[in-house]
């Protein structure tokens, strides 16, 4: 806060103006450490997905302006489904990081991390045990989670078990969650369990709008 001077036969004008002004001063000031930490939470994206430019030529320009625009508040979430190398995750990042900097709260993971702290709970010790306990308590409570390479995981029944829960946690609170994969996530099923899998699979469709990268198509017969 900033202390109020008051001159001697200072009048009401000149008082109300000064405190106008330092009120000013103030708001700004909270205005500018909320901005500094916002832009301290994107340690939270991967550092080469900060780092996604989309003036690079390898971008897909198409694929994002798809995206850019979903908002937590439409109460669906987002996949994004296609091959390697079609920028899913950078778009993924940038808008992770349109997100953050709009003060919303973010978690962002991979499926395979997701199955490091699965394995690591059933094996690790209890540090290990505590910390992983953490992790999953924040993939379930964050104002949005971004969960990358869905399927690239190894199903088991631990890590099936965990991750209905995330996915039924999240559904059921309206929580948003963002992911992407490289297959439609009907094509997971035959890994699956019948009792719990496809029950998981069903509540990400239900939830999710999905993107499908569409890449340009070269001309057969390009005009010369």
Request: charged share 30%; aromatic share 8%; hydrophobic share 40%.
């Amino acid at each position: 806060a900033f202390p109020m001077v008051l001159r001697q036969g200072q009048c009401e004008s000149c008082r109300e103006a000064q405190e106008r002004s330092e009120a000013k001063a103030a708001t700004l000031q909270r205005e500018e450490e909320e901005r500094d930490a916002r832009k301290a939470r994107l340690v939270e994206i991967p550092p080469e997905m900060r780092r996604t430019q989309t003036w690079h030529p390898q971008f897909n320009p198409e694929l994002w302006g798809r995206v850019r625009d979903w908002r937590p508040d439409t109460l669906r979430w987002l996949g994004i489904v296609g091959g390697a190398g079609e920028c899913k995750t950078r778009c993924m990042a940038l808008l992770a990081r349109k997100l953050i900097l709009e003060g919303y709260s973010l978690k962002w993971t991979t499926a395979v991390d997701f199955q490091e702290q699965v394995d690591m709970l059933l094996n690790g010790e209890r540090g290990d045990t505590r910390r992983s306990n953490e992790y999953f308590q924040a993939c379930k409570t964050a104002g949005v989670l971004v969960m990358d390479d869905l399927g690239k995981n190894t199903w088991n029944p631990t890590m099936e078990r965990r991750m209905f829960a995330l996915v039924d946690f999240r559904k059921t609170h309206d929580l948003p969650m963002l992911w992407t994969a490289n297959t439609d996530p009907l094509a997971m099923l035959p890994l699956l369990s019948a009792d719990r899998g496809a029950p998981m699979i069903g509540r990400i469709l239900e939830a999710s709008h999905i993107e499908p990268v569409v890449l340009p198509q070269p001309e057969l017969f390009p005009v010369r």
